[in-house]
Structure formats: structure tokens, C-alpha cells
């Protein structure tokens, strides 16, 4: 089982890895032959890197349009974020101070995660338009999240599964020599769907992560009327007059 | 017009129950092939559907690669619904359809079962449809129900903007001979004639020797309506409307004053009569350049030093975003753009390139070269209505948000009562009017009377609570869809007119 896994992980890490990297590499060659940011929108650059940094770190565009769902993605963010932080103790050695700093707030921010989560899943059963327009996979992906979330808290809280042969494992692993794993269902199942979500993140809607500092509406400077914007391709036209 | 019927109000802001199927049907009339092949697209779709499907997947793989912003807003969104609610039409029509991430899943599905993995292998877990001549036909539908206003693309977390994707589809429908009547018709008028009416020179120049004398048996005072003069500081491109439409007319002899009082010398052009640019309606930038040329050729026939544009929405945005890129109108060319050189050499660089009306009136006032009588205007209780494509699309003088704040100073400077509209519905989140992306037309008015629902709600509370009788706009299509939508939901159609009205009922001409 721990080859097995081992050989998972690093599959979908490089699947991950080179399909986000593709997908950022496609974003970044498209032209964006006319400027078409959202007004009001910064004049300079440093005007557009704050707006960025809003809507990034505050969600500033979903807190204007509904404060439910704001708050869950808010939340879950959040959460993800401090758990994800916290899940660095498994891969460093010794553990970074502010790793373990943030520690016991990390533990628990798998609680809020599951109920942003579990906020976000309602929404999308209960509310009329916002099922409308839910796909199976978007339905699919809150549950894998969840699962993660309480296979999670499970192991941390019910279940006691020995992180100390856990972060063997994975020390192990980024060092390509393979040690055991505890032979747990619970570990398993949470592991198999990390390494799920891993491989569908560059194939799927979580998309949106890079996506968002690509967006034209957001990331243009307000400023045509000063500095002529042309893309190659638009350019073309011109000297073929 | 007696079959349709103004939808009823309600406590807003109110979030309307789906009704699915609502605006199902054909959609507007579909351009003939007269219409088409005189913009080079093909005359009529291909009798082979086959046909027809290969070319709309390799037209759409063609915009991915040539539009960021599609290719991006393909595959970020993640069905939230922030948007869902934002849309004029949906809230009018409780079409699901035209929920703003609704109209675009109808191309993303499309998208997704060509042009990605998971869409290729599991088509039903991610939504994704086989293009058939039904999703092709639900496109023409629906991609018609939107008026690519941006209200969607505030409230998106990442921006997603569903007129971009409108636009996209309007031109892959455009590019296998399935295009609207009413925009190509009128794309076809400008080419050919120089403006969206089809008025003209002789028409033109007859209209504006009848306005000269009309201000002149109103005022005793010989203000000028030229054209075609070689030399004059300021071309002035407005909207053909302003020729002879009401109320728009009476901007156009506002303007006329504004520069009178300034002792501004300015100029029509007969070649280049139309500010407006139906080319960003079906959203080909081929068409968008080809219409803007005429502004650039127009500039250094006549030599002028400033370009300004009249009250238009889409036109601002086409003109402050999009001219410099298309024709050098503006400024910041590189050293060695001998194209945009050309123009920017002639243009005088103390003045922004180009330049909103009202930008200029603003800063004769600001100058203290205009004076008013504000009391020409007290028989008004003024709100302000944003036009969708200036207050989202576009600015005005030289800090974010100069286009809210600078035609209602002008209001103010020219008028003693005015009132806001209710937050939320004002500014950058501003309702579109209805009628804006190429929707004006007879056959889609059941959808442009539910479409200006939101803004006939927001307006009855300024009217029931501070007695409002006039709706300033600065937008000709705005003005056009209100006059005629408005009576039906009863409303006495002169409530509209343009920010220069007002200006024109209270500058004071002659020796001052
Ligand atoms: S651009 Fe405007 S009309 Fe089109 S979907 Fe968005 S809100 Fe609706
Ligand atoms: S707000 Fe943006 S991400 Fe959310 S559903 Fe609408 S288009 Fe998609």
C-alpha cells in the first residue's frame, strides 16, 4: 500500500504540477487585443495590483453581490488556507516555528471548512437558481472537499491515526525512499481523495485559482486614452494596409 | 405594439422565482443575404449541418486563441451564482436562460465537450453538450437576450464578463450566415452611407441649416451647426440620432451652444456622421475597426486638433477604450507606430484623445466660460440615469469614476433639483436600459419592456417619493428605449432627455 500511494502521489503532483503550468502558459500567450476592465478600475499599476489583492484576499466582488455566499467561501477559504499551512509539519523536519505556530488554530479551521463547505453544498441543493445552474461536478467536487475535510478531523479527533509514521512517509517521499504507512481505511481514503483532487485541479473549475489574475476585466490598467494597447495579432492589420 | 404589456413592479430588491422557458423562441429577425455578404459574411447558414458544426468548433478554437478573456471566463467560472440575480433580463423575464452564468454555459457547454479533457470523456458529469443545431439555435436566442451592459461582470469574484462571451458567440453566429437583421443592417448603412440612420450628406447638411434657423427664432442668436470645415479645433462625432430623433435633437443644439459660448470653432464631419459602432454588438473587431477608420480619416482630412464625442454609451466606450487601439485616436503611440504617429502628431495633447462631451463642458464650467440660468430648469425634478457601457465600460476625466461624477455636476451646475436614484441600482451597478446591445429593434420589444423593469421599479420610488419628472441620460440608445418603453409602463415619454438639454434650456448666450 505505501508504494502504491507513493506512486499515486507522485503522479498526481506531476500531473498537477505540468497540467497548472500548461494551463497558466496557455492564459499568459492568449492576446488580449482590446482593454475591457470593469470600471471604476485603477488608473496605474500599483492601483491594479491593490484591486487584485482585494478581490484575492477579501473576495471584494462576491462580498457586493451576496453576503451568504461570501461568507461561506470566506470561510472554507480561509480555513483551507490554515489547513493546508498546517499540513506542512508532515513534509519539514524539524518543523518550521511559524508552522507550528499556527498549529492548533489549523486544526480546528477544519471545522470551519466543513461547514463553509457544508454552507455552500445547501446553497446549491436548496436555492432554486443556484441548483439551476449546478453541474454534477460542481456537486461532486464540495463532496470530495468534504470528505477530505471530515476524513480529516476524523482521524485527528476519533480515530488517533499515528502522524508520527504518516510524516514518515511523506519525509520519505520527497526523498523518493518509500516508508510504511499506517494501514488505516481512513488515512487511505482521505490520501486517495487529496491525490483526486490534485489530479482534476488543472482539468476542472478550480481553474478559477489562476484564472482570476489572468482576467482582463480585473487586471487592466484603466489608461487607453494615454498608451496605445496593441496585440500582436491586431498589430498585423496594420501593416498589411 | 398593443400585445405587449408592462410587467407588474415589486418590492425591490427582490430576486424573481424561475420560470423556465420563458423567452424561449426564435430569437430576432435573422439577417437576409443581402445584409451579410455586405459585411463578408456568408449570406445564409450552410443547408449542411455538418458544415455549419465544423465551422462554428473551428471558429470558436479560432476566438480561444485570440481572446484571453474568453478563454479565461471558459473555464474559471465555478457556478457560484453571485451573477445570477444581476441581469436586467433575467429579473424582467425570470428566464433561467438568462441568468448571466446560465447564458454563458451555453457556449461553455459547448466549449467543454470540444475543447476539454473531462468534456471529451465524461460529457454529463461536467455539463458539456454535443453542438447541435438546437444548441446553435438556443445560442441565437439567447445571446440576443443579452445587451452586453457588463452589470454581470461587477459582481463576478473573477470578473467574468458575460458580454465578452456574447460578443464571441454573435460572431461565430455571424461567421456561418446566422446574424441578426438589426445590427448588420445598420453596420451595412454605415459603410455605405457613413452613418447608423442612413441619412445622407445632403439630408445632413439640410437637417442642420433648419436647426440654425430653429435656435435662432428661439434664442435671436445665430449659433452654428457646421460641417465639413477644414481646420476647425474640434470634430465632434455624435450619434446620427442627434441629427432629428427626440429628445436626442435637443443635446445636439446643447452642444451646439456650449461651443458657440466657448467661441469654440468645431466641426460635423459629412464622411464619419456617427459616433455609434455596432461593430462591438456582434462583437467582430474586423467590423469594430472598419467603422472606427472613418473617425480616424475624418480627423486628418479635416485637420482638426480634438476629437469629441457626443451623448452615446456604447459609442464612449468604443471611442475612450477602444479608439486608440483600432485608429491611433489618442495618445502614448510608440516612437516607431507610424500609424497611430500619424494621428497623434495632429491631436493637441492638452487635451485627453478623445474626449466626452460633457468632459468638455464640464471643463468650460470648471473655467467659468459658461454661464446658466439654473431657473430655465425649475420646472424639472432631474434624476440621473448611468448609461450600462459608461459607467462599466469607460471614464471620463482623469480619476476612476469621473463618469458618475461629471455629468452630475454639469446637472447641478445647470438645474436647482436634483435627486439620486436608490443605491445599488446607480453608478457602476447601474441597470441597463433595455435596449442596448443591438436590441433596439420592433422585433425583440416584449424583451426590452421587461428588460427595462429594474429601472421603471427604481424610478417610480424617486418619482412617488420626490416627484421626479425628468430622467437625464447621456446615451442615445437610453433615450430611444425609454421614449418607447416608458408609456407603456405609463410614463409620459418626454420624462427622457439628454444631459445637454438641460444644459441647452439654461446657458446663456450672447454678450454676457
Ligand atoms: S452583460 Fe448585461 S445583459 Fe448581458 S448577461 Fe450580463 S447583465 Fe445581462
Ligand atoms: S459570478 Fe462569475 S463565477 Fe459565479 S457563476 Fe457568475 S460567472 Fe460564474
Given at each position: 500500500m505505501s508504494l502504491l500511494f507513493a506512486i499515486l502521489f507522485y503522479a498526481a503532483t506531476l500531473l498537477f504540477v505540468v497540467g497548472l503550468f500548461q494551463r497558466i502558459r496557455t492564459y499568459a500567450n492568449t492576446p488580449a487585443p482590446l482593454k475591457i476592465p470593469t470600471t471604476p478600475a485603477p488608473i496605474t499599476t500599483g492601483g491594479v495590483v491593490l484591486r487584485m489583492t482585494r478581490e484575492v484576499v477579501f473576495f471584494e466582488s462576491l462580498f457586493k453581490a451576496n453576503l451568504w455566499t461570501w461568507a461561506m467561501s470566506i470561510m472554507f477559504h480561509g480555513s483551507l488556507l490554515l489547513v493546508a499551512l498546517r499540513h506542512l509539519r508532515y513534509f519539514t523536519d524539524p518543523v518550521w516555528g511559524w508552522v507550528a505556530m499556527i498549529q492548533p488554530f489549523g486544526t480546528y479551521a477544519g471545522f470551519t471548512m466543513l461547514a463553509g463547505l457544508g454552507g455552500l453544498w445547501a446553497r446549491r441543493l436548496f436555492v432554486e437558481r443556484i441548483r439551476y445552474i449546478s453541474t454534477l461536478s460542481d456537486h461532486l467536487m464540495l463532496v470530495l472537499l468534504m470528505g477530505i475535510a471530515a476524513s480529516g478531523l476524523m482521524m485527528k479527533f476519533i480515530t488517533h491515526t499515528d502522524v508520527v509514521a504518516v510524516k514518515g512517509f511523506f519525509l520519505g517521499w520527497l526523498h523518493l525512499s518509500i516508508q510504511p504507512l499506517p494501514a488505516e481505511a481512513i488515512l487511505a481514503f482521505h490520501l486517495l481523495s487529496v491525490v483526486a483532487l490534485l489530479a482534476i485541479f488543472p482539468f476542472s473549475k478550480l481553474l478559477h485559482a489562476p484564472g482570476i489574475f489572468f482576467s482582463p476585466t480585473r487586471n487592466q490598467t484603466d489608461n487607453p486614452r494615454e498608451k496605445r494597447h496593441l496585440s500582436a495579432w491586431a498589430a498585423k492589420m496594420e501593416s498589411e494596409n | 405594439m398593443a400585445d405587449v404589456a408592462a410587467p407588474a413592479y415589486r418590492i425591490i430588491p427582490i430576486i424573481p422565482a424561475l420560470k423556465p422557458g420563458?423567452?424561449?423562441?426564435?430569437?430576432?429577425f435573422v439577417a437576409n443575404e443581402k445584409i451579410n455578404e455586405a459585411l463578408g459574411f456568408p449570406g445564409k447558414m450552410a443547408e449542411n449541418w455538418q458544415e455549419t458544426h465544423d465551422a462554428v468548433i473551428a471558429k470558436m478554437g479560432e476566438l480561444l486563441g485570440k481572446y484571453r478573456s474568453l478563454k479565461v471566463y471558459m473555464d474559471a467560472c465555478v457556478h457560484c451564482g453571485a451573477c445570477s440575480d444581476k441581469c436586467h433580463y433575467f429579473i424582467g423575464t425570470q428566464d433561467p436562460k438568462n441568468m448571466p452564468v446560465a447564458r454563458q454555459d451555453l457556449m461553455r457547454s459547448v466549449y467543454r465537450r470540444y475543447f476539454t479533457l473531462p468534456g471529451k470523456l465524461f460529457p454529463a458529469l461536467v455539463g458539456a453538450r454535443d453542438l447541435t443545431r438546437e444548441v446553435l439555435d438556443e445560442w441565437y436566442n439567447y445571446f440576443n437576450q443579452c445587451s452586453e451592459c457588463r452589470r454581470c461582470s461587477v459582481f463576478c469574484p473573477y470578473g467574468i464578463d458575460t458580454a465578452e462571451v456574447t460578443m464571441a458567440a454573435r460572431e461565430i453566429l455571424d461567421s456561418v450566415g446566422y446574424g441578426q437583421k438589426y445590427s448588420n443592417e445598420i453596420i451595412g448603412k454605415v459603410h455605405k452611407i457613413g452613418n447608423n440612420l442612413g441619412l445622407p450628406a445632403p439630408a445632413l447638411i439640410d437637417t442642420l441649416e433648419g436647426l440654425e434657423e430653429d435656435v435662432k427664432d428661439a434664442t435671436g442668436i445665430d449659433v452654428r451647426f457646421p460641417i465639413d470645415v477644414k481646420g476647425a479645433e474640434v470634430l465632434l462625432i455624435t450619434p446620427s440620432a442627434d441629427f432629428f430623433a427626440e429628445p436626442h435633437i435637443d443635446s445636439l443644439i446643447g452642444y451646439a451652444k456650449v461651443f458657440h459660448a466657448t467661441g469654440t470653432s468645431w466641426t460635423l464631419s459629412s464622411m464619419s456622421s456617427e459616433a455609434g459602432n455596432f461593430g462591438m454588438f456582434i462583437g467582430n473587431y474586423d467590423q469594430l475597426r472598419t467603422i472606427a477608420m472613418r473617425i480616424r480619416q475624418a480627423a486628418l482630412e479635416l485637420g482638426v486638433k480634438r476629437i469629441v464625442v457626443g451623448e452615446c454609451g456604447h459609442a464612449w466606450r468604443v471611442a475612450y477604450s477602444f479608439w486608440n487601439t483600432l485608429t491611433g485616436v489618442g495618445d502614448g503611440a510608440d516612437a516607431n507606430d507610424r500609424f497611430a504617429q500619424m494621428l497623434q502628431k495632429q491631436l493637441d495633447h492638452r487635451y485627453k484623445q478623445p474626449a466626452h462631451i460633457c468632459e468638455f463642458t464640464w471643463d468650460m464650467i470648471q473655467d467659468e466660460r459658461l454661464s446658466f440660468?439654473?431657473?430655465?430648469?425649475?420646472?424639472h425634478i432631474i434624476t440621473f440615469h448611468d448609461s450600462c457601457n459608461v459607467a462599466r465600460g469607460s471614464r471620463m476625466g482623469d480619476f476612476a469614476g469621473g463618469q458618475f461624477e461629471i455629468p452630475r455636476n454639469i446637472i447641478k451646475a445647470v438645474a436647482n433639483n436634483y435627486v439620486e436614484m436608490r443605491d445599488g441600482t446607480t453608478r457602476e451597478q447601474t441597470f441597463c436600459c433595455g435596449g442596448g446591445g443591438g436590441l433596439l429593434t420592433d422585433d425583440l420589444m416584449d424583451l426590452r419592456v421587461k428588460g427595462a423593469l429594474p429601472r421603471m421599479e427604481v424610478l417610480q420610488q424617486v418619482v412617488d417619493g420626490h416627484g421626479v419628472n425628468f430622467m437625464a441620460t447621456i446615451c442615445a440608445i437610453c433615450k430611444a428605449q425609454f421614449t418607447k418603453v416608458m408609456p407603456i409602463y405609463g410614463?409620459?415619454?418626454?420624462m427622457v432627455g439628454g444631459v445637454h438639454q438641460l444644459v441647452s434650456n439654461a446657458i446663456i448666450l450672447g454678450d454676457k
Open positions: - | 420563458a423567452m424561449e423562441g426564435k430569437g430576432p440660468d439654473k431657473s430655465k430648469n425649475d420646472k410614463f409620459d415619454r418626454r
